[in-house]
């Protein structure tokens, strides 16, 4: 266990010093954030929480809630659990510089199982490159699946698909039809303008 000490001599009832990240993970749902990047090119930033990061995939095309859509998820680098609150203005210049909306926000539970049904870690799960998880967002619901490519000329790239279940709906497309910031109702053009950079 992380902060091992630094946890047995508090009491996270009475004080509001930070858990730590381990202890976020073992005492609370995992979360996940959505949040829509008008970069060099507009994607959505797709991250979940194992272990106590943020595993990140860019997704062009962003998340769809039909499940005949596979949508290409790029990995990209861990980001911080903090950055799930992160809405505003990166300068141009900057790594990623552009505008960054949180257009979905909340927590997930792990719905992987082994080949004998027993439970499967988020951590060998992501490993194995086959994550299977069930949002608890505002705009997406229900179980969502990423499938890491193993071969081909994709190899190393991901698919996130959502899953047959009553949350999956092959007439929405709220890519287009919510395009709001699910923490400050914003729109990219009003996050640009009230965050200068
Ligand atoms: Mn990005």
Same mark, same amino acid.
């Given at each position: !266990? ?6 047995? &001599? ?25 949040? &829509? ?23 062009? &095309?962003?998340?769809?809630? =039909? ?45 992987? &199982? ?5 439970? !499967? ?16 967002g505002e705009k997406l619901q229900g179980g969502y699946a990423l499938i ?14 959502? !899953?047959?279940?009553?949350?999956? =709906? ?24 009230? =965050?200068?950079?």
């Amino acid at each position: !266990m992380k902060n091992k000490e630094y946890k047995e &001599k508090r009491d996270f009832s009475k004080t509001d010093e930070p858990k730590g990240a381990n202890g976020k993970s073992e005492n609370h749902e995992p979360i996940f954030v959505i949040q &829509k990047h008008d970069a060099s090119h507009l994607h959505y930033d797709f991250r979940i929480e194992i272990d106590g990061t943020l595993k990140s995939w860019s997704v062009p &095309k962003g998340p769809s809630t =039909d499940p005949s859509e596979k949508r290409l998820a790029v990995p990209t680098e861990d980001h911080p659990l903090e950055y799930a609150d992160f809405e505003g203005v990166i300068p141009e210049g900057q790594y990623g510089g552009g505008t960054v909306m949180i257009w979905d926000k909340g927590t997930f539970k792990n719905l992987k &199982k082994d080949d004998k049904g027993k439970p !499967m870690s988020l951590k060998k799960s992501f490993e194995e490159g086959t994550v299977e998880i069930y949002l608890k967002g505002e705009k997406l619901q229900g179980g969502y699946a990423l499938i890491k490519m193993k071969s081909g000329t994709m190899k190393g790239n991901w698919l996130l698909i959502k !899953m047959e279940d009553d949350k999956a =709906d092959a007439r929405r497309n709220p890519i287009n039809t919510e395009k709001k910031s699910v923490i400050t109702g914003r729109s990219l053009e009003e996050i640009k303008k009230e =965050d200068p950079e």
